[in-house]
Nanobody
Framework: VQLVESGGGLAQAGESLKLSCSAS????????MGWYRQAPGKERELVAT???????IYSDSVKGRFAISRGDAENSVHLEMKNLQPEDTAVYYC????????WGQGTQVTVSS
């Protein structure tokens, strides 16, 4: 299974960005898809996940600003990020699981003040 991310880039504080991720390979419907992030010098942390039953989990730091949703294509997911802040600067990784865990290569999000 390969996870391909798109989106990310540069933003100023208060602006919005959207991340997308699609899974390819011989897979059935993935149980969970979502996003983690890792800032320089920090551990990787949960941002948001969505299960195949549409159960959603957000980290407290992004609640009310970020929204995760399933894409139109099977095994795809989006992350709409609004009111971005400098502390959101990190490499964002797409995550998926079904018996095993899968990770994307990461996409950089940089927010300037």
């Amino acid at each position: 299974v390969q996870l391909v991310e798109s989106g990310g880039g540069l933003a100023q504080a208060g602006e919005s960005l959207k991340l997308s991720c699609s899974a390819s390979g011989k897979i059935f419907r993935l149980a969970v898809m979502g996003w983690y992030r890792q800032a320089p010098g920090k551990e990787r942390e949960l941002v948001a996940t969505i299960s195949h039953e549409d159960e959603i989990i957000y980290s407290d730091s992004v609640k009310g600003r970020f929204a995760i949703s399933r894409g139109d294509a099977e095994n795809s997911v989006h992350l709409e990020m609004k009111n971005l802040q400098p502390e959101d600067t990190a490499v964002y990784y797409c995550y998926a699981s079904r018996m095993y865990e899968y990770w994307g290569q990461g996409t950089q999000v940089t927010v300037s003040s």
